[in-house]
């Protein structure tokens, strides 16, 4: 299983775009990059997943460039209800049955 | 729609304690996956469980067992609870069916578990 490497956290202020970066160097060719994101106290929500290039949904977008050892999540003109952990998760899923590995993610804090 | 509900909300044990946790998943799905979540980092998948059985499992020792019933809700049991089990237990639900995102997976807002 790819081993994903992201910041432990990052600040921002109301408005600005964010990007967070993962990498994955060990990547394989049947891996997706997902990601997951968490509000104190409750599960994980999926946010957004991709394979290559970009994709873009009404909440962020991934860019995988053509390597695919990183991914970035784009949280565009992000609010303080932004403010939550940001886990970037690689793999075949479904080969490994739907089995979700999350490193320690991104601690997102959105300020005023 | 009801999405995925996890009961109770909250658990106080003691050491040596057996505890069981309860899941229903959302509409529509029939794979239950439980996972842990210690304070401060990213959440351990346990096992997942679909047809009434246990499908995968994570690094956990036989303490932790779990059941799926036919109507695809489930159960973790966790025996002889120790300090270092206190953490936030979540559920996850998906759906094994043509079409569906292995990847999507919906979590319920978890059963906070303390161990004293």
């Known amino acids: 299983l790819a081993k994903t490497t992201q910041p432990i956290s990052m600040d921002s202020y109301e408005g600005q775009e964010v990007n967070i970066t993962c990498s994955h160097n060990?990547?394989?060719?049947?891996?997706?990059i997902t990601w997951y994101q968490q509000f104190p106290s409750q599960g994980p929500r999926f946010i957004i997943q991709?394979?290559?290039t970009k994709v873009t949904n009404e909440v962020a977008s991934l860019f995988i460039p053509a390597d695919r050892k990183s991914s970035t999540l784009s949280l565009p003109r992000v609010s303080l209800s932004d403010t939550a952990v940001y886990y970037c998760?690689?793999?075949?899923?479904?080969?490994?049955?739907?089995?979700?590995?999350f490193g320690q993610g991104t601690e997102l804090s959105v300020k005023p | 729609d009801a999405g995925v509900t996890q009961s109770p909300t909250h658990l106080i044990k003691t050491r040596g304690q057996q505890v069981t946790l309860r899941c229903s998943p959302k509409?529509?799905?029939?794979?239950v996956s439980w996972y842990q979540q210690a304070l401060g980092q990213g959440p351990q998948f346990i096992f997942q469980?679909?047809?009434?059985?246990?499908?995968q499992r994570g690094n956990f020792p036989d303490r932790f067992s779990g059941h799926q019933f036919p109507n695809y809700s489930s159960e973790l049991n966790v025996n002889a609870l120790l300090l270092g089990d206190s953490a936030l237990y979540l559920c996850?639900?998906?759906?094994?069916?043509?079409?569906?995102?292995?990847?999507?997976?919906?979590f319920g807002p978890g059963t906070r578990l303390t161990v004293l």
């Open positions: 996850a639900s998906s759906s094994q069916g043509v079409g569906h995102s292995y990847n999507e997976q919906f």
């Open positions: 060990n990547i394989a060719t049947n891996d997706y």
């Open positions: 991709g394979y290559k």
């Open positions: 998760l690689v793999g075949d899923m479904k080969n490994q049955g739907g089995k979700l590995i």
């Open positions: 509409s529509g799905h029939d794979t």
């Open positions: 469980y679909y047809e009434e059985e246990e499908r």
